[in-house]
């Protein structure tokens, strides 16, 4: 792990070194969805994927398999996307959809389903005194956004989650930029479902190189599993923090510059 801003940057000074390391392997692509292929915007249901992006993602889908990562519900995911032939893992990997009707549902997960109802709950009650505080219930987490809420109150929301927790040992708080999501506290990330999704894929042998693009905390358990496998991009953010990331991209246009060069390298037009 390293400081974000040591991170080098994919596409101004490490351009050659990333296109040799591609060379002659087959890419995997997994990319994140909120900050990634779309940006964060104040109100989730706003996140609406650009059309610039989306003409890039067909295109990049002839070439490459294709993954978008997200800890969105899956049907949420889906619907902003709207692309075929693709893998798409909803709520951090819990529940997962492929092309050909390929399927997985975390089952350890839906045991704890009603343990989340009962979270939710608690957390409604907890979150109704703190103006701007919004819960977004997915099938798998509970997400508590906090974007806008007072700055000072911030750490009070956090508390309330934190009590909740205190209640139902067996599910888990992890961060994000301004929410807090409660999951069922099983050893599941989305790092773990890009490796179910390389196993589908058969993609698990030395020719293939999977690359993992996103820009929040979540992701981090990617670039992880992909040290000394694969290649972890970071898109900056507004917060400074340490990643694992190989390489950074500055925003959601450059991760779009990003993909339309491997569509360029798969085109043979690469400069």
Avoid: C
């Amino acid at each position: 792990m390293r400081p974000m801003r040591e991170v080098p940057s994919a596409l101004l000074a490490r351009r050659e070194e990333l296109l040799r390391r591609i060379a002659g392997r087959q890419v995997a692509l997994f990319l994140d969805y909120d900050g990634t292929l779309s940006p964060i915007v104040p109100n989730p249901e706003d996140a609406r994927l650009p059309e610039a992006m989306r003409t890039t993602l067909v295109a990049l889908a002839r070439h490459y398999p294709v993954a978008i990562v997200s800890g969105r519900d899956l049907p949420v995911l889906k619907g902003f996307v709207g692309l075929e032939g693709v893998f798409y893992a909803g709520s951090h990997g819990f529940e997962i959809e492929g092309p050909g009707g390929q399927t997985f549902e975390m089952e350890d997960g839906r045991a704890l389903l009603p343990e989340l109802d009962a979270a939710e709950r608690e957390l409604t009650s907890g979150l109704a005194a703190i103006p701007g505080a919004r819960l977004e219930r997915k099938r798998f987490s509970v997400a508590v956004h906090w974007r806008h809420v007072d700055v000072g109150r911030g750490p009070e929301v956090e508390r309330v989650v934190d009590a909740v927790l205190a209640r139902h040992p067996r599910l888990r708080k992890s961060g994000g930029k301004k929410v807090f999501e409660v999951q069922p506290d099983i050893d599941w990330h989305k790092g773990r479902a890009m490796q179910w999704m390389l196993r589908a894929l058969r993609l698990e042998g030395e020719g293939v190189l999977p690359v993992f693009l996103g820009d929040d905390l979540t992701d981090e358990d990617a670039f992880k599993e992909l040290e000394g496998r694969g290649l972890g991009l970071v898109v900056r953010g507004e917060v400074e923090r340490p990643t694992a990331a190989d390489y950074a991209l500055a925003d959601v246009e450059e991760v779009r510059q990003f993909l339309e060069l491997l569509i360029a390298r798969a085109e043979g037009t690469a400069r």
